[in-house]
Structure formats: structure tokens, C-alpha cells
């Protein structure tokens, strides 16, 4: 089964930046599509960035950039001038295409947390 680890999350001062990290188990890690996402206290899990297996990326946001190293089966949020209200628990997800739907993700990891300070 694949498995998918974060790391990279921590404490930071509005205006930061901070470089998320997922790797993935899977030997087929070049052929899925990844996404990121986060979740804040009281809300829904929300969209954050996607990346096709090819490299293709959909940020709505321009302070956050999505890259991958398939080499490494790892894939990166790079994420500049953070503000509090990006305050979450950040996740990745694997799946058969790029979408910002999570119901189209099959195997998520288990998030880390990313707290911004004003």
C-alpha cells in the first residue's frame, strides 16, 4: 500500500516562508497526479496546489509554488510571505489525475502542521 509522509511544517513569522515535503512509497510515483491541501481549525479541508505527473502545476495562489522530483518520488510546496490566516494542518494526496477535488485523491499522508505568527 502506499504511504505518503510530510514533513517540512513548523512555526514561522508572517512574511516567512517555509518548504514542504512529501514522499511517496509507491514505485509508480512518476504516474500519479499530487496535491496538496490544508485544513484550519473549524473549517473544511481546502484545495491548495496540484501537480501533474508530467509536471504541469494548478496554485491558485501566487505565494505558493508546487514542484516534484520523481527521482526522489517527492513532492514540494514551497510557500512565501505566509500569513496568519495560512495557519493549518497541511496535507499531500496521490491520485490517477490532477483536480482539486479531494474525492479524486486515493491515499493522503498525515499532514503537517503549519503555524504562522503575526
Known amino acids: 500500500q502506499v504511504q505518503l509522509v510530510e514533513s517540512g511544517g513548523g512555526l514561522v513569522q508572517a512574511g516567512g516562508s517555509l518548504r514542504l515535503s512529501c514522499v511517496a512509497s509507491s514505485r509508480a510515483f512518476s504516474n500519479y497526479g499530487m496535491g496538496w491541501f490544508r485544513q484550519a481549525p473549524g473549517k473544511e479541508r481546502e484545495f491548495v496546489a496540484a501537480?501533474?505527473?508530467?509536471g504541469g502545476t494548478y496554485v491558485p495562489d501566487s505565494r505558493f509554488t508546487v514542484s516534484r522530483d520523481n527521482t526522489k518520488k517527492t513532492v514540494y510546496l514551497q510557500m512565501n510571505s505566509l500569513k496568519p490566516e495560512d495557519t493549518a494542518v497541511y496535507y499531500c494526496?496521490?491520485?490517477?489525475?490532477?483536480?482539486?477535488?479531494?474525492?479524486?485523491?486515493?491515499?493522503w499522508g498525515q499532514g503537517t502542521q503549519v503555524t504562522v505568527s503575526s
Open positions: 501537480i501533474s505527473p508530467t
Open positions: 494526496a496521490l491520485g490517477p489525475v490532477v483536480s482539486r477535488d479531494e474525492r479524486t485523491y486515493t491515499t
